[in-house]
């Protein structure tokens, strides 16, 4: 359970911010059509870094143009695995100021013990600077003494300034932060705040994470992954005292996060019925996490089950079908939850 909570919290990645007409429901389609693209982009992409780059995709064109981009401009900044770097980077890119964030990034924290992947987490998915702004100011607010403190606050900061709608505004995560350190607000760690607040487009995750302390007595890390981009300080609550019958507590939240209905239940118990590539609990929780509809499970069949004989398209290098970790990566509609599942678990790299 501590290392699914690690995975949640060493730092993360991209919610990308869409218009009205360019919903989350759209996940899969574009998603698998961005991932069949990046094999052509560069035959060398391993399945992980193409589901990285790919996952929160609505377009292809300006994310596969980020991450040539980041390969070509930012090679001797983006360490030895440059390609997982760029595909963190440019996860959803709308255009090349993913890139831009990440070198004002490296050359203004320089002084900081800020390192590749920090930076990339930090400016994943940007559409300006904004993400190194916030970075900056909430860095004042904590000490040495806090833990990863550079990627907890690079966690925090991701996403800032990307817009209105389900965008996140540029005051709005900092805001939560400081309440939620406050000794006269919630009073938790750094790590629990930042996972609490990034992306918050209100004070509404407070809320819920106060509820839950008080009507479910949970531990605040769990509290703070459940309450996570809250649009409700009650349907997370209620999903999990559903979930929680059946899965471990860090599972329930997990599933949960960001749930708007019960369709993250039902989508985890569809999920079980899978014959084959059924996946694990903990990894269909992740893949149903967000889920407002059964877009999810439509892209994870069928990208685990395409195989030698189908093939993924004419045009596609591969010929195995994904795994469990790739295409949960791949198609939930979690949004800001996959860079940290694809951090934790680096296995499966085949191309």
């Not at 695995?81 to 990034?105: E, I, Q, Y």
């Not at 019958?245 to 118990?269: D, G, N, V, Y």
Request: hydrophobic fraction near 35%; charge should be neutral; glycine fraction near 6%.
């Amino acid at each position: 359970m501590k290392k699914l909570v690690l995975f949640l919290v060493i730092m993360f990645y991209s919610y990308m911010s869409f218009s009205s007409d360019m919903t989350p429901l759209q996940t899969g389609p574009f998603a698998i059509d961005c991932f069949l693209e990046a094999q052509l982009v560069d035959p060398n992409i391993y399945y992980y870094e193409a589901a990285t780059l790919c996952g929160n995709s609505f377009y292809i064109n300006e994310t596969m143009q980020c991450y040539q981009s980041a390969n070509q401009h930012t090679a001797g900044l983006l360490g030895s695995h440059r390609d997982r770097n760029a595909a963190l980077l440019c996860s959803g890119a709308s255009s090349n100021a993913p890139v831009d964030c990440f070198l004002k990034a490296k050359n203004d924290l320089r002084g900081l013990d800020f390192n590749t992947v920090e930076a990339a987490l930090l400016c994943s998915g940007a559409k300006s600077n904004k993400p190194l702004s916030c970075f900056l100011e909430a860095y004042k607010l904590t000490t040495a003494f806090d833990n990863h403190r550079d990627q907890n606050i690079a966690y925090l900061c991701n996403g800032t300034g990307n817009g209105t709608g389900n965008g996140t505004n540029s005051d709005t995560p900092l805001n939560c932060f400081i309440n939620a350190k406050s000794k006269n607000g919630l009073n938790i760690s750094t790590k629990n705040a930042a996972l609490l607040c990034s992306r918050a487009n209100s004070l509404i995750p407070l809320e819920c994470f106060k509820q839950a302390k008080q009507e479910l007595d949970m531990h605040d890390e769990t509290a703070a992954l459940l309450c996570s981009q809250a649009s409700s300080p009650v349907t997370p609550l209620d999903c999990f005292k559903t979930a929680k019958l059946e899965l471990w507590e860090t599972e329930a939240a997990l599933l949960c996060s960001q749930a708007k209905s019960q369709e993250p239940i039902a989508c985890f118990h569809e999920s079980q019925k899978i014959k084959s590539h059924m996946p694990w609990h903990w990894k269909a929780a992740f893949l149903c996490s967000g889920a407002t509809n059964d877009k999810p499970l439509k892209c994870y069949k069928e990208m685990t089950s395409r195989n030698e004989n189908t093939g993924f398209a004419t045009s596609f290098t591969g010929e195995r079908a994904l795994f469990q970790d790739e295409a949960s990566v791949l198609c939930s509609q979690n949004g800001g939850l996959n860079g940290f599942f694809w951090i934790l678990k680096p296995e499966n790299k085949t191309r």
